[in-house]
């Protein structure tokens, strides 16, 4: 099944922020001290994503017209909007800004990575769920502890999740008909850069250094496809 691996990463997210609810009234001063590790942990993870590029001119441009094109279309505000959407659904209005913050922040935390693209190739190509189970069990956890601090909000990341890593393993199934070998894992190494710098963000802004808008440089996730198609072609 081709989706199994992305069904599961799913499931241990839900399963994870349900715990975590159980875990929301312990003092303040924990979860801060909690988020502080998880911010240097996503860091680090990021850190170690981004050096992993080989050309950085691509990564460069990536982010720039990435930025440009996140900020004329508001991508902050609109992801702000849906997770307050969502939010109305199950909270009173006076929570809706919380289930926000926990929706966004743990999307991008789960969705942004190599794990998720790798993981989700791996199991179109090859039908080996190993990276997306072993990604589930290492989210679950990061959203059992965000969840003790964001709250209800981290659970409804697990619908993104699902969403673009059952879209990406749908794909894989064709893409080696597609698209030349080196081609696709120069394409990897790069997209794993720029997912790193956007991890490296969220860390900062984990850490309350910056309010980096991390949705509106989303689309540099795409343009590091054209760039990177045009580098290849050149």
Known sequence: MVLYGTLVNGGLIIIGSILGLFFTKIPERYKETVMHGIGLAVLLIGLQMAFTTEVIIIVLLSLLTGAIIGELLRLEEGLNRLGNWIGSKFTTKNDNFSVAQ????????????????????????????????????LDGFVALVLTTTLGFGVILSAIPVVIYQGAIALLATQIENWLPE?????????????????????????????????????????????IYSIYYLI
């Open 182 to 226: 080196a081609f696709l894992n120069g394409l990897i190494v790069e997209l794993t850069a720029v997912g790193g710098l956007l991890i490296v963000a969220i860390g900062l802004n984990l850490l309350k250094l910056t309010q980096i808008r991390i949705g509106n440089l989303l689309p540099s996730i795409l343009t590091v496809g054209i």
């Open 102 to 137: 926990g929706f966004v922040t743990a999307s991008l935390i789960f969705v942004i990575g190599a794990m998720s693209i790798l993981g989700a190739l791996d199991s179109g190509i090859r039908g080996d769920h190993e990276v997306l189970i072993t990604k589930g069990i």
